[in-house]
């Protein structure tokens, strides 16, 4: 089962910054998590993954909260390209196993 | 470098019929993971192998899903007979290897169609 929970959709004005919020209750200390992102007729494609410290790489930056519940992602200045499904991944430990949820649909507003 | 590939990009069968998915990995890539992706859902983990082994199936349906992965290189998918329920993309990625922090690559699937 996954182990994320994400809003289901999100709407965001075009050069505005994106927050993708994502609930990870159940982490364990060795479990990383990963974003990725889909877009329509495509397979998903990375963003960032982070253990415990903030990430940022020219994509976009992940904050992670200190007891490591939650994490947002950050899409500085959202484009019409941006326009997507998000997803919230937590990396099992042992089998390193990615399990997806339901996602985040993201609309970029012009 | 090259990414993930995957074929046929497309396929329509009937139901009760068999059909096969191909999937050529990111040269080097140790691990491969297969994923099916029903229309407005999240990808579900099928199958996920580390060089030739498995190292989970539990959410393949064994009875008519089949997959293997010969010399730790290519892989292929099989269902036989498919159900209409069965249509989805299938999904293929791999990643360099297990417990490395490298991420997965994923093709951009097999859509399938089951009537």
């Not at chain 1, 992102?37 to 909260?65: C, D, W």
């Not at chain 2, 269902?79 to 297990?98: F, G, M, T, W």
Request: charged share 20%; with cysteine; glycine share 8%.
């Amino acid at each position: 089962d996954a182990k994320t929970t994400q809003p289901p959709s999100m709407d965001c004005a075009e050069g505005r910054a994106a927050n993708l919020p994502c609930n990870h209750s159940t982490i364990s200390g060795n479990e990383y998590v990963y974003w990725y992102r889909q877009i329509h007729s495509q397979g998903p494609q990375y963003i960032i993954h982070g253990l415990k410290n903030n990430e940022t790489n020219e994509m976009a930056s992940l904050i992670i909260t200190e007891d490591r519940k939650s994490s947002t992602l950050i899409l500085p200045h959202a484009t019409l390209r941006d326009t997507a499904v998000y997803y919230c991944i937590v990396r099992t430990s042992g089998t390193y196993k990615y399990i997806f949820g339901t996602g985040t649909r993201l609309k970029v507003l012009a | 470098e090259a990414g993930v590939a995957q074929s046929p990009r497309y396929k329509i069968i009937e139901k009760r019929q068999s059909v096969a998915f191909w999937c050529n990995p990111i040269s080097g890539h140790a691990t491969l993971y297969w994923y099916q992706q029903i229309l407005g859902q999240g990808p579900k983990l099928l199958i996920q192998f580390q060089n030739n082994g498995v190292v989970d199936d539990s959410q393949l349906p064994k009875d008519r899903f089949s997959a293997e992965r010969l010399k730790g290189v290519d892989s292929t998918l099989k269902i036989q007979p498919a159900k209409l329920e069965d249509s989805a993309v299938y999904l293929c990625a791999s990643s360099p290897r297990e417990g490395a922090h490298s991420p997965l690559h994923f093709g951009n699937g097999t859509r399938l169609t089951v009537t």
